[in-house]
């Protein structure tokens, strides 16, 4: 059974730092691209961030600020965000992308871990 469970989020302050993580299992860790979406309240989903064998990729509004990486060995996914904002606030998945590539579409979500950014 695939499985992707993310952990991590919390309050920050502006300016601030938080390490999201998620622990997938029930499928070849390696052998698939894994992405970041988030869910801003009141609003719809937007892809953050993905990782495949060709690179990283990210949603120009993160660049410089966020870092996507992965441990193949432990089956996991983090995502570190610094010099956070207000408008990073939103709940955000771990996803599995459907094959090795990150235009692939994505076919099993985590729960979400909340992440507030506020003063």
């Known amino acids: 059974q695939v499985q992707v469970v993310e952990s991590g989020g919390g309050l920050a302050q502006p300016g601030g730092s938080l390490r999201l993580s998620c622990a997938a299992s029930?499928?070849?860790?390696?052998?698939?691209?894994m992405s970041w979406v988030r869910q801003a309240p009141g609003k719809g989903l937007e892809w953050v961030s993905g990782?495949?064998?060709?690179?990283?990729y990210y949603v120009d509004s993160v660049k410089g600020r966020f870092t996507i990486s992965r441990d193949n060995a432990r089956n996991m996914l983090y995502l570190q965000m610094n010099s956070l904002k207000p408008e990073d606030t939103a709940v955000y998945y771990c996803?599995?992308?459907?094959?090795?590539?990150?235009?692939?579409?994505?076919?099993?979500w985590g729960q979400g871990t909340l992440v507030t950014v506020s003063s």
């Open positions: 996803a599995k992308n459907r094959g090795p590539w990150s235009s692939s579409a994505l076919d099993a």
């Open positions: 029930g499928f070849t860790f390696n052998s698939y691209a």
């Open positions: 990782i495949s064998s060709g690179g990283v």
